[in-house]
């Protein structure tokens, strides 16, 4: 039987338990399924389980990473007999820790990031892989104390170096709440009958077409990058791509395509091409999945790019 997961993910005091509490004072939200909240984090609201609209909802607190595993997720739901799960999840611990641990039938549905106004600037200034780390996977950001925050094209522009897919709403003290509206328009013609990137752009559309791969199935882009020969790319096939920085200096990381290349051997490791590709939706090991999926058309010896790294914003 698959278990829904709803997430809850944001730093300490950042408006997690309230919404939640909110969320289960709903009786919209009582499906009627036995519901297991998993608590992670502490903080100084304390969740009120007599004004929920489920009286079949059982509070287990994981007081401690290490308690974070399988077997002990599995055995929570069995002693609960949960049918669903909400978790509160720790704002210092990463999302790669939970995906980790989950019960093979535990299905992620939701996940929602709070913040905090006041904060945010700080927190993001400071522990900006921690954040990062979580608009990665959420559709929705949640700014509490809106009026705090000066900058909002900066909160934008944040929320962007992880994800173009995550929305931002803001809520303020006296119960307005305003959606971000900015509009992230995409520095390259997808419609042309090739796209063409540009040095900086391979970061943009990596991030475009990771997280919305159909509207590029058939087209031809063109494109600078590094070759990365690789015996998970398969038979046939390299990896172009770029080094790309997601929060830091010292969190840089190789990101790039599958491509299918009859003569990929005789292309050498960190060298840089032109690659002229088509691009396909497959299933392909690499990506536990469907994927894009590059064949090129032409690929051709290239100059280095003036910057070695390039940015998802």
Request: with cysteine.
């Amino acid at each position: 039987m698959e278990i829904p997961i709803y997430l809850f993910v944001g730093m300490l005091e950042s408006g997690k338990t309230t919404f939640i509490q909110e969320t289960m004072e709903d009786p919209k939200f009582d499906s009627g399924e036995k519901t297991l909240l998993l608590v992670c984090e502490e903080g100084e609201n304390e969740f009120e389980p007599e004004k929920f609209a489920s009286k079949t909802t059982e509070i287990r607190v994981i007081e401690d990473k290490s308690e974070l595993t399988m077997e002990n997720l599995q055995n929570l739901q069995k002693e609960t007999g949960a049918e669903r799960v909400l978790i509160e999840y720790n704002g210092m611990w990463m999302i790669e820790d939970l995906a980790e641990a989950l019960p093979e039938d535990w299905t992620p549905y939701q996940c929602i990031t709070f913040a905090d106004g006041t904060t945010f600037d700080s927190y993001f200034a400071n522990m900006r892989q921690l954040l990062l780390d979580k608009f990665a996977v959420s559709e929705l950001l949640i700014v509490n104390r809106a009026e705090h925050i000066k900058d909002k094209e900066a909160v934008h522009k944040a929320v962007r170096q992880a994800s173009r897919r995550c929305d931002i709403a803001y809520e303020y003290a006296d119960g307005r709440v305003e959606y971000d509206d900015i509009i992230d328009e995409l520095p390259f013609d997808i419609s042309a009958s090739t796209i063409e990137l540009q040095d900086d752009q391979f970061g943009i559309w990596y991030m475009d077409a990771s997280e919305t791969p159909e509207k590029y199935k058939g087209k031809t882009v063109h494109f600078k990058a590094q070759v990365c020969q690789t015996d998970t790319a398969g038979k046939g096939c390299f990896v172009p791509g770029r080094f790309a920085m997601t929060c830091c200096a010292d969190d840089i990381t190789f990101v790039g395509f599958v491509c299918k290349y009859d003569q990929y051997k005789k292309l050498e490791q960190r060298s840089w091409v032109w690659v002229t590709a088509k691009v396909n939706l497959k299933y392909h090991p690499i990506y536990r999945g469907e994927g894009i999926v590059l064949t090129a058309l032409q690929v051709e010896p290239a100059e280095p790019a003036k910057e070695d790294i390039v940015y998802f914003y």
